[in-house]
């Protein structure tokens, strides 16, 4: 079954911090991993899409790393500000699927970054 | 250039009664989705529509009904909701590139 699964499940940081989220998944056939940002109550707002041969990109100071062999992924958040408290979400979209697009949804992350 | 706009931002509905989500883009996208998003879980399709005229259903569609009324616009329709379908709902358009657009949500409760 396509699994997408994310940990910790929540995360307290003191700002100014750098903080990792992981995200290990499941799923074939692979067609990209992509990592969204959901400030409460909005939608998930894209911060990096990386495909098969990809093995890293950069948003700012958002980093994701892909490790397609072990199916791992994650990402870095460098000198945390308040702003990124939000969630964190892992998606992985596999290549079956067609116009039903077929994103796997992790459940989040929730980070808060206190003062 | 709004991107996903969605109406409304909250509603509470009583158990059996009916409501419409509306969802437009203006990005003249293709394909156009439905998810539902509740606690502990992540996002699970309800309905999608990959060009105007058409519509399939998705993981979760028991209980809904949808309409691509334009390429614009697409709703959601809730015939006779049931406190199960308490939830977020969102409305996401999709670009050839594969690039998704996620609207800002619609909170219903069903009492």
């Known amino acids: 079954k396509n699994q997408v699964e994310q940990s910790p499940q929540s995360l307290i940081i003191l700002e100014g911090k750098n903080c990792t989220l992981q995200?290990?998944?499941?799923?074939?056939?692979?067609?990209?991993l992509r990592w969204y940002k959901q400030d409460t109550g909005r939608g998930p707002v894209s911060l990096t899409i990386?495909?098969?041969?990809?093995n890293t990109k950069s948003n700012g100071r958002y980093t994701a790393t892909l490790d397609a062999d072990t199916k791992q992924s994650s990402l870095h958040i460098t000198a945390s500000q308040l702003s990124d408290s939000a969630s964190y979400i892992c998606?992985?979209?596999?290549?079956?699927?067609?116009?039903?697009?077929?994103?796997?949804f992790g459940k989040g992350t929730k980070l808060s970054v206190k003062p | 250039n709004a991107g996903v706009t969605q109406t409304p931002k909250f509603q509470v509905l009583k158990t059996g009664q009916s409501m419409t989500l509306q969802c437009a883009q203006d990005m003249n996208h293709n394909s156009m989705y439905w998810y539902r998003q509740d606690p502990g879980m992540g996002l699970r399709l309800i309905y999608y529509?990959?060009?105007?005229?058409?519509?399939d259903k998705g993981e979760v569609p028991n209980g809904y009904n949808v309409s691509r009324l334009n390429k614009r616009e697409f709703s959601l329709r809730l015939e006779s909701a049931a406190p199960s379908q308490t939830s977020v709902y969102f409305c996401?358009?999709?670009?050839?590139?594969?690039?998704?657009?996620f609207g800002p949500g619609t909170r219903l409760t069903v009492l």
């Open positions: 529509s990959a060009s105007e005229g058409t519509t």
């Open positions: 995200c290990n998944y499941t799923v074939s056939p692979f067609s990209n």
């Open positions: 998606v992985v979209s596999s290549t079956y699927g067609g116009s039903q697009g077929n994103l796997i």
């Open positions: 990386m495909t098969f041969s990809e």
């Open positions: 996401a358009s999709k670009e050839i590139r594969d690039r998704w657009i």
